[in-house]
């Protein structure tokens, strides 16, 4: 009969359950190479494919955007060209050269040379304002007005030329002409050189409607209808001669009284005199030509 062996038991020491470290690291390593550097090097693709639908958007969004490209510049634009003026949408009137048709200083006595009445400068404005006559609304066409100055009894009588023809009704006429009759009644008449008592004068109008231009409208631009002239208006008379500026400094300016100063003249500066309005006269001096006032040159 066989000896037996009697019954040993071990118990593990604690150190003896602790994992070996270097085995983990080996199963570790292995599993990333098979896992993830395998498929890679080459080329296996490992996981479900991307749907084909799906696939170049998925392909889009792998791939690094691409550095942003500059936009096209803008071809160059050519400078805006000048729009043609726009009709005004207003009455207007164009207000012709003035003539004289007739002066005297007896009524049986007509001269055949009257020369030039400073009346424009204050003629023209009321002229210009028949635009806002009720009779004038809506009007294109021509029209002449005769203007009557009585310079002995200050008066001053609006009429239209016995020869003149026109297209415009009579009644819008006679509405137009009592306008003028109104307007020209306050003319200051203490403010016009005249060599003569009395003085017929004609001014050739052209209204225009609204909604148009000027070239669009009918009438006679260059003057006045009716007779022959033997004078015309102007805003200014004839002057010649010389003088000295006897202020400090003697303004020159645009237009009488309150337009701008062009030029200042010292004491002692000549000018030459080629015009006068009332008190006003109009030189030339140092290449310069404008308005100064009589007080400054000694007249």
Same mark, same amino acid.
């Given at each position: 009969m066989a000896?037996?062996?009697?019954?040993k038991i071990e118990i593990p020491k604690p150190a003896d359950e602790r994992p /070996?470290? #270097?085995r983990v690291g080996i199963i570790g390593a292995a599993g990333f190479v098979l896992g993830i550097a395998w498929p890679k090097a080459t080329g296996v693709k490992v996981g479900p494919n991307v749907p084909g639908d799906l696939r170049p958007q998925a392909e889009?969004?792998?791939?690094? $955007? /691409?550095?942003? !490209?500059?936009?096209p510049a803008a071809p160059p634009t050519a400078a805006p060209t000048a729009a043609p003026e726009a009709p005004q949408n207003k009455q207007t009137v164009a207000v012709g050269p003035g003539k004289i048709t007739r002066c005297w200083d007896k009524k049986s006595k007509k001269l055949t040379d009257c020369g030039e009445l400073q009346v424009d400068n204050i003629a023209l404005p009321k002229l210009k304002d028949l635009a806002a006559c009720? $009779?004038?609304v809506g009007l294109a066409g021509k029209l002449t007005v005769a203007i009557d100055i009585d310079f002995d009894k200050k008066e001053v009588n609006v009429t239209k030329p016995k020869k003149e023809k026109t297209s415009i009704p009579s009644s819008t006429v006679t509405g137009i002409v009592q306008? /003028?009759?109104r307007s020209f009644a306050n003319l200051p008449l203490e403010e016009v050189p005249h060599k003569y008592k009395h003085y017929t004068l004609q001014y050739g109008l052209t209204f225009t409607p609204p909604g148009k231009s000027p070239e669009e409208a009918a009438g006679d631009k260059d003057g006045a209808g009716g007779e022959d002239a033997v004078g $015309?208006?102007? #805003?200014?008379? +004839?002057?010649? +001669? !010389? /003088?000295t500026v006897i202020q400090d400094t003697g303004l020159v300016r645009k237009e009488p009284k309150d337009g701008?100063?062009?030029a200042r003249l010292v004491r002692g500066t000549q000018v030459k005199i080629v015009g006068r309005r009332n008190e006003w006269y109009k030189i030339e001096a140092s290449g310069k030509t404008g308005w100064i006032y009589r007080g400054a040159i000694g007249l």
């Amino acid at each position: 009969m066989a000896k037996e062996r009697p019954l040993k038991i071990e118990i593990p020491k604690p150190a003896d359950e602790r994992p /070996a470290w #270097s085995r983990v690291g080996i199963i570790g390593a292995a599993g990333f190479v098979l896992g993830i550097a395998w498929p890679k090097a080459t080329g296996v693709k490992v996981g479900p494919n991307v749907p084909g639908d799906l696939r170049p958007q998925a392909e889009a969004t792998a791939q690094p $955007s /691409a550095a942003p !490209t500059a936009a096209p510049a803008a071809p160059p634009t050519a400078a805006p060209t000048a729009a043609p003026e726009a009709p005004q949408n207003k009455q207007t009137v164009a207000v012709g050269p003035g003539k004289i048709t007739r002066c005297w200083d007896k009524k049986s006595k007509k001269l055949t040379d009257c020369g030039e009445l400073q009346v424009d400068n204050i003629a023209l404005p009321k002229l210009k304002d028949l635009a806002a006559c009720p $009779s004038a609304v809506g009007l294109a066409g021509k029209l002449t007005v005769a203007i009557d100055i009585d310079f002995d009894k200050k008066e001053v009588n609006v009429t239209k030329p016995k020869k003149e023809k026109t297209s415009i009704p009579s009644s819008t006429v006679t509405g137009i002409v009592q306008c /003028a009759a109104r307007s020209f009644a306050n003319l200051p008449l203490e403010e016009v050189p005249h060599k003569y008592k009395h003085y017929t004068l004609q001014y050739g109008l052209t209204f225009t409607p609204p909604g148009k231009s000027p070239e669009e409208a009918a009438g006679d631009k260059d003057g006045a209808g009716g007779e022959d002239a033997v004078g $015309s208006t102007t #805003s200014e008379t +004839g002057a010649e +001669g !010389t /003088a000295t500026v006897i202020q400090d400094t003697g303004l020159v300016r645009k237009e009488p009284k309150d337009g701008e100063v062009v030029a200042r003249l010292v004491r002692g500066t000549q000018v030459k005199i080629v015009g006068r309005r009332n008190e006003w006269y109009k030189i030339e001096a140092s290449g310069k030509t404008g308005w100064i006032y009589r007080g400054a040159i000694g007249l």
